[in-house]
């Protein structure tokens, strides 16, 4: 029986279910829900339909050429994977297909060709679509030259509310640090103390002043010392007496 070729038809992006076989599912069944007539990823010319037809077991199929359809693996009660193959002797197969039945969905498993254009497509798409967004962004001017523009940033900036930052205390090690320097300037300027009376009275030294200003205030009086003096009246005439 020659085999229908399959790949002419995109049964990639299709699934097929039937809801009345989904609850009795195992796998000594799978095989006959596999093969019904509305499900298209199921070729009739196959040799399962020829056993099915003389009333043959399974086992026959080992016996006979052509496309066949066999139970990969079983994980009841989900999962169930079928195989067509091209079978060109008792011990001698060709594998052309892989479906998966998941809680009674059938899917078509991809091949390695179709998972690697897949990803590398999605790949491309990415990185594309991430150029695009860049060069939205970028701007140009003679004078200036390329930067970025991002408007999106800025509107979200400013719709944000502005928090005031709390002032937080110091903490220990400032504390300790300020402590230490504190100290350490005492150390290098103690401050002097005057025994007077028994009690310990501290004194502290004003600073001096310039001497220009000393020398400035020591001028000042002997200046006004050496001005003139208001002039005096003179005293009066002594007249002479009459005799």
């Not at 029986?1 to 002419?8: E, G, L, N, Q, S």
């Not at 994977?81 to 998941?102: E, G, H, L, N």
């Not at 205390?169 to 290098?188: A, N």
């Not at 001028?219 to 050496?226: G, M, Y």
Request: with cysteine.
């Amino acid at each position: 029986m020659a085999a229908v070729d399959f790949r002419a038809q995109d049964l990639l992006g299709i699934s097929w279910v039937d809801s009345n076989w989904v609850p009795i599912l195992n796998p000594g069944n799978v095989l006959d829900y596999f093969s019904e007539r509305s499900n298209p990823f199921y070729d009739r010319t196959c040799n399962n339909e020829v056993v099915k037809m003389q009333r043959l077991t399974l086992e026959h199929l080992n016996q006979m050429v052509g496309v066949e359809y066999i139970l990969l693996h079983a994980q009841e009660p989900i999962l169930y994977i079928i195989r067509k193959q091209q079978r060109q002797s008792a011990t001698q197969v060709i594998p052309m297909a892989d479906y998966y039945i998941i809680a009674g969905v059938v899917y078509q498993a991809p091949d390695l060709g179709t998972v690697i254009s897949s990803r590398a497509l999605s790949a491309v798409h990415g990185i594309q679509s991430a150029f695009d967004e860049a060069m939205s962004y970028c701007r140009y001017h003679p004078s200036k030259g390329y930067w970025w523009h991002f408007k999106d940033q800025e509107e979200r900036e400013k719709a944000k509310p502005k928090s005031k930052k709390k002032e937080e205390p110091s903490s220990l090690f400032q504390r300790h640090r300020v402590d230490t320097l504190l100290l350490d300037l005492r150390s290098k300027f103690p401050p002097t103390f005057y025994q007077c009376s028994g009690i310990a009275v501290e004194v502290k030294k004003e600073p001096e002043p310039p001497t220009e200003v000393v020398k400035q205030e020591e001028r000042e009086p002997a200046t006004k010392s050496s001005a003139p003096a208001p002039p005096s009246k003179p005293p009066p005439e002594k007249r002479a007496r009459l005799q």
